[in-house]
């Protein structure tokens, strides 16, 4: 009986220095993913321009992904940002006006956009991607720092469509009627047989930024 008591005890033992083990490892796990994040974030504030807020009006003439029509919903990415617009169920040319703001921290870096058709039992279908850059819209508001002084509805720039980027129409970069520099873009998806998304862009500052 004491053989048998010594050996429970012994398993018992050990079991509870496995416990203690995982839960150790999984203290220096959470604290090591904690302190990346920490890490990650802190290289953000330190290189961050400002914020880039993309405001998604609407999709036109979109690729059927159901029986007659698709849910379309745009995400948009940059870097290790991943942000989306609301669903609107059954319709090819939907009205999004949906506003998503990104933190910019190199001008150089595209954003890109895909859309997709939301499915309940399946995996969402692709509807093409497209992908524009923002460094011809923060050089322009590098340069036209005095708002004040330029009329409203002024066109700053101009973007032509080409081989080398993905615009439908001209893109102009102007000073809307609140006096802020915005971009609209109309942009052409990829990878599918239709489809095209409409977007606006506007620059919201953050104090402290080296680039302004």
Not at 21 to 31: D, N, P, T
Not at 41 to 70: C, P, T, Y
Not at 183 to 191: A, C, G, K, T
Request: charged letters at 30%; glycine letters at 6%.
């Amino acid at each position: 009986m004491k053989v048998e008591k010594g050996k429970r005890n012994l398993f018992q033992l050990a079991v509870q220095r496995r416990r203690r083990l995982r839960a150790k490892m999984h203290s220096l796990i959470e604290g090591a993913s904690r302190a990346a994040d920490l890490e990650s974030s802190e290289s953000v504030m330190d290189n961050l321009m400002g914020l880039l807020r993309v405001h998604v009006k609407r999709g036109v003439n979109l690729a059927v992904r159901d029986v007659r029509s698709s849910d379309p919903y745009v995400v948009v990415k940059i870097g290790n940002q991943r942000l989306k617009t609301r669903i609107v169920k059954k319709d090819v040319n939907p009205e999004w006006n949906d506003d998503l703001t990104l933190s910019i921290t190199d001008p150089d870096i595209p954003v890109s956009l895909t859309v997709y058709d939301h499915d309940t039992f399946s995996k969402d279908d692709k509807m093409g991607d497209s992908e524009f850059e923002v460094r011809s819209f923060i050089e322009a508001l590098k340069t036209y720092t005095n708002l004040e002084e330029i009329p409203s509805g002024t066109v700053i720039s101009r973007l032509k469509p080409g081989t080398d980027n993905c615009l439908v129409d001209e893109s102009a970069i102007y000073v809307n009627d609140e006096g802020k520099i915005i971009q609209d873009l109309f942009l052409r998806l990829r990878n599918v047989e239709c489809g095209e998304v409409e977007i606006q862009l506007q620059w919201i500052h953050y104090p402290g930024s080296k680039t302004f």
